[in-house]
């Protein structure tokens, strides 16, 4: 059982590097970032010159989303949503000095995974046609 655990792989998560963490990113976000709305779920995103492109991403559910269930059932759908449609970020990976923190923050508990894709899809979108605005390529 325990060289089952050691030999896992990561099959379809996230790779670490690719989610935002610490407090002061955190505070920086929130602080400086813009939002966009969409029907359940809100983007926050910062972006910022950097040596490499980086992508960041966080997925944030309130206390008065619900109880730590419903909470952690919001995450995990905005998070598939999220690893599902991740290539509509394609253009921005282009930029190679761009880096681009953002949280996706869930407005009502009855989210359910097709609103959660819809929203997603929506946001992301709005993104992307954002950031190529104000980065074009070189």
Do not use: W
């Not at 894709?117 to 993104?127: C, G, H, I, R, S």
Request: charged share 30%; with cysteine.
């Amino acid at each position: 059982m325990s060289e089952d655990r050691n030999n896992r792989t990561s099959g379809n998560r996230l790779p670490r590097r690719s989610i935002l963490r610490g407090k002061d990113s955190f505070d920086e976000l929130f602080k400086y970032g813009i939002r966009i709305a969409a029907g359940h779920i809100d983007l926050r995103y910062l972006s910022k010159s950097s040596e490499g492109s980086r992508v960041r991403t966080a997925f944030v559910a309130g206390k008065k989303t619900g109880n730590a269930v419903e909470r952690n059932r919001c995450k995990r759908l905005m998070r598939e949503a999220f690893r599902l449609q991740q290539h509509i970020l394609d253009p921005i990976h282009l930029n190679r000095s761009l880096e681009i923190n953002m949280a996706f923050m869930v407005k009502s508990k009855h989210l359910d995974f097709q609103s959660a894709m819809t929203d997603v899809n929506a946001l992301l979108t709005k993104l992307t046609d954002r950031i190529t605005q104000q980065h074009p390529l070189p």
